[in-house]
């Protein structure tokens, strides 16, 4: 066979997770950045690397992964996708959304249960659409909604405990 498959199996898991992103992080993107991935996972990256935090409104932001394979051509890809809702809209944040956009990113979401996964690993993440809305009605969204995508040739892997000595993770201003 050319292709080996592990297969371990899986167990039914315990009912502890729940859904949602707590924030993102973002960076510039350097191809360059993270080790290897071993089991699924990254330890830390290859050299000293800074992420940006974004908190995110609560029951409204989301990290989807998404396998597409073509029987045809014998590939398979990963395409990630990230929504988020940032509330209040301000003009300084306006301008960095604006230079967000301009550029190539990665973006390490944690989710609701304290995992961290890196999206655009080798490939880099794009804002690729979004709305910046005052809504209709007093109680509607003030804010932005973004949207981020990815196409990589693995699953984003986990950052173990959100990374180790090179990775710092800033908190928003």
């Avoid at 167990?11 to 993102?24: E, L, N, S, T, Y």
């Avoid at 990815?150 to 993770?169: H, R, S, Y």
């Amino acid at each position: 066979m050319a292709c080996s498959i592990t297969i371990s199996g899986r167990a039914f898991p315990c009912k502890d997770a729940i859904g949602g992103v707590k924030r993102i992080y973002v960076k510039e993107f350097d191809s360059d950045d993270w080790g290897a991935v071993t089991a699924g996972a990254i330890d830390d990256a290859a050299s000293a690397v800074t992420l940006y935090s974004f908190e995110v409104t609560k029951n409204s932001s989301y990290f989807t992964e998404t396998v597409t394979a073509s029987v045809e051509n014998g590939t398979v890809f990963y395409a990630q996708e990230i929504s988020v809702t940032l509330p209040k809209q301000v003009a300084a944040d306006t301008a960095e959304l604006y230079d967000l956009a301009k550029g190539r990113l990665c973006i390490l979401v944690q989710d609701n249960n304290d995992n961290y996964f890196i999206a655009g690993l080798r490939r880099g993440v794009e804002l690729t659409g979004g709305t910046h809305q005052t809504g209709t009605a007093t109680g509607d969204l003030n804010g932005y909604q973004l949207t981020f995508t990815a196409e990589e040739a693995i699953p984003a892997p986990f950052l173990t405990d959100g990374g180790g000595a090179n990775v710092t993770l800033t908190a928003g201003s």
